[in-house]
Antibody, heavy 121, light 111 residues
Framework: EVQLLESGGGLGRPGGSLRLSCAAS????????MSWVRQAPGKGLEWVSG????????YHADSVKGRFTISRDNSRNALYLQMNSLRVDDTAVYYC??????????????WGPGTLVTVSS | QSVLTQPPSVSGAPGQRVTISCSGS?????????VHWYRQVPGTAPKLLIF???DRPSGVPDRISGAKSGASASLAITGLQAEDEADYYC???????????FGGGTKLTVL
């Protein structure tokens, strides 16, 4: 059974930084693309960042481009999200998700429980 | 405002059938990209319900089904049960908008 467990959430200051981690188990981690998806309080889901299985290709939503960086360490079965220049509207639960390929497009077949990031002065 | 449009809420009595629509455009669903559905019980993580427009992961009952036509998709739940009360999200892909896109979510209430 795939298990994903996020950590690193908490209170961040506007303009500050936080680093999220995701520990993966129950899968051949290095064979799978991964992503981060977030959900602001009372709002819907928003894709944030994605990374290829080997880590060479990364993708970010326009809302976080230039501020967030996704990375992974396949030797540690770990996924990361470095969040810089935090803004109040980055406040959300951040989910670590395993990406799978459809015939045309992608979907997310495993989700962690999420970690809450609150950005406030 | 979400790229994919869903009704904010739907409701039905136990045993009834409900459908949730997901409307896209020519740059995402209408371009042929697949639609996927997730169920989220408040306070918990979303769970994959339908992938590839119509396929169910193991463990999802066959009273839950998906369909796609043109630039829209729908999720149908028959034999409504109390445990179906949750938020439902559709998801697709839109290269013109940078990648994965979600609907705004639909709250299903079992009366």
């Amino acid at each position: 059974e795939v298990q994903l467990l996020e950590s690193g959430g908490g209170l961040g200051r506007p303009g500050g930084s936080l680093r999220l981690s995701c520990a993966a188990s129950g899968l051949s981690f290095s064979n799978h693309a991964m992503s981060w998806v977030r959900q602001a309080p009372g709002k819907g889901l928003e894709w944030v960042s994605g990374i290829s299985a080997g880590g060479s290709d990364t993708y970010h939503a326009d809302s976080v481009k230039g501020r967030f960086t996704i990375s992974r360490d396949n030797s540690r079965n770990a996924l990361y999200l470095q969040m810089n220049s935090l803004r109040v509207d980055d406040t959300a639960v951040y989910y670590c998700v395993k990406r799978n390929s459809a015939m045309f497009g992608f979907y997310f077949d495993s989700w962690g429980p999420g970690t809450l990031v609150t950005v406030s002065s | 405002q979400s790229v994919l449009t869903q009704p904010p809420s739907v409701s039905g009595a136990p045993g009834q059938r409900v459908t949730i629509s997901c409307s896209g455009s020519r740059s995402n669903i209408g371009a042929g990209y697949d639609v996927h559905w997730y169920r989220q019980v408040p306070g918990t993580a979303p769970k994959l319900l339908i992938f590839g427009n119509t396929d169910r992961p193991s463990g999802v009952p066959d009273r839950i089904s998906g369909a796609k036509s043109g630039a829209s998709a729908s999720l149908a739940i028959t034999g409504l049960q109390a445990e179906d009360e949750a938020d439902y999200y559709c998801q697709s892909y839109d290269p013109s908008l940078g990648g994965v896109v979600f609907g705004g979510g639909t709250k299903l209430t079992v009366l």
